[in-house]
């Protein structure tokens, strides 16, 4: 018996047997199947609702609506628990679903109810979501605050990303129905989770426990958000949260994985495989299945079983969407112990696009692109480790960081930054207080010693000696030691060092390769082969050892016996693919092809070089790195007459590196063959400044005759003159040397105007080609140099005669050019003249326009004058005319006109009514505007002529005898008496201007006053116009 409430729910077999009997309503049966789904009885509920369908009284009114409800009750139940389901379950419990909503909607259902759990099912398919949010949509529009769809929507939304839009839905139910299912809170707990918000998401889940402290999802919500926090306590409070969901239900794939997640950090490993294993198997989720996949590899890691790791890493990395990285790293782990290397890279780089700031990976690429030793990748590594660095700054102190950055300049061969990467690791080890290991000190030694520092090398290697006691550790260290002593030129005591090391480790072969190598660079060959004999007696098959021997062969000519040595090494299953000796093999056939080179067509030099190329082709097909092989697939090429597929062969290889020098003196070779002259003599320089001996005579020959050939004879003399220091002795130099002076003449002696110095070295040095040609006599180049002499004698003999006609012609030449330069001369002198004379013309110019404006200004002074008395013999007249007639004359211009009949106009104008006041205010204004504009500034007076001056002069007087004739009319007198004055006042501040611009003007410069001169002509033309 169970209780809900005050009522007390009897067995549920009972009570189907008693409704079976009474075969009461359907709707009773529902009532009573509620009862138990609110007891939580749910297995009670459905089966008295399935038992209703059949045993129930159908004869009442409303059964087809109850039979509806029925059917959507069951669905509703069964959709809840297929959204707890995966797999078969699921699948199980849909067709179930699609069961009871066909059989309802065959009643035609119009049920609100009915329609809102069709849509939830629909959402079980993913690919029926659209049609489950248009039931919704239907709904709202009807009952716009229903609960499930706005629920429903939200959900959709929140599938579909929208996370804004499901928050909206989640708030609208919750402000119209505050104390809604807690569910809708953790709704909106995960939104703001998913839009960042944590304090937000941490407050909807504390709500949700308020309204039902047993909701799971809430539970879960707040248990996830704890463990984000990295928090002892905050960490102990998420997995009390985990543990109570997971006893409400044990299925839930989340609570698993978060479980199994903490068990991991707590080593119980054991659990973390049931747990994950448990929720890989309760979900379809691709996510939380790598999750789970990913924690059972991780616990086989951590517990040493690598290959179930493997295994696990594998299928998380399968079952992982695209963007999970974890699982690459572990797989990569995997593939290193494995020494699969390769494919560790590729899970590496896959985890570095997806996360490109993983700091372990970084490191872990990085070492793995070190120890690849490719030129491209360690630049990878150390682009890598820069960033790691970058990304946290910390990692300064962590010395692997270090000793991978060491290992990278190592191999792109840059000491110095590889010292210093070895002393930052030295200093952070005294930094945290742990004893620096012995091989930090080795490596450092080593380093220093290629980095061209032997003392400190040496005193790194002592500290290091001083501090170990490790047997093997010694021995290296004291090898190391010896080696740097040859550094430092000190052989005798590296000698020495290496026999007592030979003496305490007699099998030590290093040593006796060393001591074979110094005898070898003192030409003491045949010690040297002794030594490499010694080793042979230890190790008869010693690579080193047969390997030397075999150049040391080859290098004097003893083909058949460095064949036989490189051949011992090719017979050993061990070292029959070592592509060293295959190279090797392969220049020795090629020594053959070059001395059987006049008679490339026999048998025999054909074979050699096919074998030569089957040899390169298998060492390059070995390691397709492998330059050296490229470099004598390029030679046999050559070798056989193919020249243009031998240059393409060596060009690729001075693409794709620079450490392959042989292949650049092969392409010079090349070039200079197929007479491409330029480029042979520029790589021949190349060769010579960057990787061979400056004064190697050898290549300064084959430059010497890229230059000559390419008709640089001057350029070729003077590089044999440099080879000529180094090897005097050398007879074919010395000819070479005498033909090349010799075509250096020939070309000075061609040319259509040489010149007569070097017309005359041309023969000395022609002289001492012919003295080098007689010596040159007695040797075995008899014939060379005696056909070679006899061309110089006859150059010379017609010498003398060219020495005459350059000298004739240089003297033609010199006196040309001194006729030019006289003739320069008198042309010069001219030009002054003429100069000197332009310049009196105008200073004589200039003193007559000034003659002739003192004139005008006398006489400008003397009509003033005149004007000025007869103003005072006019008697003053009735200040009332004078006041009326002012007005018209004070803004009279210079040109006066005064008319005969003057007198009869006043009169006129006396008889005459005066005009209205605006009239006459308007014509004044006028009038003034009129007088303003022909009234002249300084400015147009300054640039006025001299002529100009004469004329208005001249027509004053004239209107001055007219204005005194007609004295007998009172009020014209007057007014001609007003209008002289003021004119007169006017000439006389007209000329106080012209007066101070006349001692500016003396300053000015003859060609101001010409340019002044010239500007006033032009007014006067535009005034005479």
């Not at 009807?142 to 429903?152: D, E, K, Q, T």
């Not at 839009?195 to 039902?212: G, I, P, Y």
Request: charged residues 25%; contains cysteine; hydrophobic residues 35%.
């Amino acid at each position: 018996m169970s209780e809900i409430g005050n009522k007390t729910l009897e067995n549920v077999h009972d009570l189907l047997f008693e409704l079976s009997a009474k075969r009461l309503n359907l709707r009773t049966w529902i009532q009573k199947a509620l009862l138990y789904y609110s007891a939580r009885q749910f297995e009670s509920f459905v089966m008295l609702l399935e038992a209703a369908i059949v045993k129930s009284g159908k004869l009442y009114v409303g059964y087809k609506e109850d039979l509806i409800r029925t059917y959507t009750l069951l669905a509703g139940y069964f959709t809840n628990m297929a959204y707890r389901e995966t797999g078969n379950r699921r699948a199980a419990l849909q067709a179930k679903i699609t069961n009871l909503l066909n059989a309802a909607q065959g009643l035609q259902p119009n049920d609100r109810q009915y329609s809102v759990v069709r849509a939830y099912a629909m959402m079980l398919s993913s690919g029926r979501s659209q049609d489950a949010d248009n039931i919704f949509l239907s709904i709202l529009k009807i009952m716009p605050h229903n609960v499930p769809c706005l629920i429903g929507r939200g959900c959709l939304a929140y599938n579909r990303r929208d996370y804004s839009g499901a928050l909206g839905y989640f708030k609208s139910v919750l402000m119209h129905y505050p104390r809604g299912p807690g569910d809708v809170r953790v709704g909106v707990g995960h939104c703001f989770l998913k839009m960042d918000s944590v304090d937000w998401a941490r407050r909807a889940f504390e709500l949700a426990l308020e309204c039902n402290g047993r909701c799971q999802n809430a539970l879960v919500g707040m248990a996830v958000i704890k463990l984000n926090v990295l928090d002892k306590q905050s960490q102990q409070e998420a997995i009390y949260l985990l543990c109570a969901a997971y006893e409400q239900y044990n299925r839930d794939p989340m609570i698993l994985s978060c479980l199994a997640q903490h068990y991991y950090y707590v080593k119980s490993y054991e659990r973390v495989q049931t747990l994950a294993g448990n929720a890989i198997a309760h979900t379809d989720s691709a996510e939380l299945r790598a999750q789970n996949f990913l924690q059972i590899a991780r616990s086989f890691h951590a517990t040493g079983h690598f290959d179930r790791a493997f295994e696990f890493y594998k299928m998380s990395v399968k079952s992982c969407p695209n963007g999970y990285a974890p699982p690459h790293l572990g797989l990569a782990q995997m593939y290193m112990r494995r020494n699969q290397l390769d494919k560790a890279m590729n899970c590496l780089e896959t985890l570095i696009k997806i996360v490109p700031n993983n700091l372990y990976g970084l490191r872990l690429l990085s070492m793995l692109y070190v120890q690849d030793n490719a030129g491209p990748k360690v630049d990878g590594a150390l682009e890598f480790l820069n960033k790691s660095l970058g990304l946290s700054p910390r990692l300064n102190k962590d010395f692997d960081i270090w000793l991978i950055y060491a290992r990278a300049y190592e191999n792109k061969e840059l000491w110095s930054q590889t010292i210093k990467s070895y002393e930052q690791a030295v200093k952070i080890f005294q930094d945290i207080g742990q004893s620096i290991p012995v091989e930090l000190f080795n490596n450092l030694g080593a380093s220093l010693m290629y980095g061209k520092q032997p003392q400190k090398a040496l005193v790194t290697l002592d500290h290091a000696l001083a501090g170990d006691t490790n047997e093997s550790n010694r021995l290296t260290i004291s090898f190391n030691r010896a080696r740097v002593l040859e550094e430092l030129h000190r052989e005798d005591l590296a000698e020495n060092l290496y026999k007592h090391l030979i003496q305490e480790y007699p099998k030590y072969i290093d040593c006796y390769i060393r001591l074979g190598k110094m005898a070898a660079k003192r030409h003491q060959y045949v010690t040297a082969m002794d030594y490499y004999k010694e080793v042979l007696k230890v190790d008869n098959d010693n690579l080193s050892a047969r390997c030397l021997m075999g150049n040391y062969f080859m290098k004097h000519g003893m083909t058949t016996q460095a064949m036989y040595c490189h051949n011992v090494i090719l017979r050993r299953r061990e070292t029959r693919r070592d592509s060293y000796t295959m190279v090797a093999v392969g220049n020795v056939c090629l020594i053959n092809v070059h001395r059987t080179f006049g008679r490339l067509e026999d048998s025999t030099s054909k074979r050699h070089q096919e074998k030569a190329l089957q040899l390169f082709r298998r060492a390059l097909e070995q390691n397709p790195r492998n330059l050296w092989a490229a470099n004598g697939i390029g030679a046999a090429l050559c070798a056989g007459g193919l020249l243009n597929e031998g240059e393409a062969v060596f060009k690729q290889i001075l693409e794709s590196s620079k450490y392959c020098t042989q292949s650049l003196l092969n392409l010079a070779n090349v070039s200079l063959e197929l007479k491409k002259y330029k480029q042979a003599s520029q790589m021949y320089k190349q060769c010579l400044d960057d990787f061979l001996p400056p004064k190697s005579v050898a290549i300064m020959q084959l430059l010497a005759r890229s230059l000559y050939l390419g008709g640089k004879a001057k350029e070729a003399k003077f590089v044999l003159l440099q080879a000529r220091h180094v090897a005097p002795h050398d007879l074919i130099l010395l000819y070479n040397l005498a033909v090349t002076i010799k075509q250096y003449s020939l070309m000075v002696f061609g040319m259509q105007r040489p010149d007569l110095k070097e017309l005359m070295l041309a023969e000395q040095e022609l002289k001492v080609a012919l003295r080098y040609f007689d010596g040159l006599v007695a040797s075995k180049y008899e014939r060379q140099a005696q056909r070679q002499a006899k061309k110089c004698r006859a150059i010379l003999l017609d010498l003398p005669e060219e020495l005459n006609r350059v000298r004739e012609q240089e003297q033609l030449d010199e006196d040309r050019v001194r006729l030019q330069e006289q003739r320069y001369q008198e042309l010069q002198k001219q030009l002054q003249q003429e100069k000197i004379q332009r310049q009196l013309a105008e200073k004589q110019l200039q003193e007559n326009q000034m003659a002739k404006r003192l004139e005008v200004l006398e006489r400008t002074k003397k009509l003033i004058s005149t004007v000025n008395n007869e103003m005072k013999k006019v008697p003053k007249k009735n200040q009332t005319q004078k006041k009326r007639h002012s007005n018209e004359d004070d803004d009279d211009d210079d040109d006066v006109n005064v008319d005969e009949n003057a007198g009869e106009n006043l009169e006129n104008e006396e008889n005459t009514s005066p005009p209205p006041a605006k009239k006459a205010k308007k014509k004044t204004t006028k009038e003034k505007r009129s007088r303003k504009s022909s009234i002249k500034s300084k400015a147009f007076i300054d640039n006025e002529s001299a002529d100009e001056e004469s004329e208005d002069a001249s027509g004053l007087e004239k209107r001055v005898e007219q204005s005194s004739k007609e004295t007998n009319n009172e009020q014209s007198d007057e007014n001609l008496m007003d209008r002289l004055q003021s004119i007169g006042q006017r000439r006389q501040l007209e000329m106080d201007n012209f007066m101070s611009d006349r001692k500016e003007r003396e300053s000015e410069t003859p060609e101001m006053i010409l340019e002044y001169v010239e500007r006033l002509k032009k007014k006067m033309q535009t005034n005479s116009q």
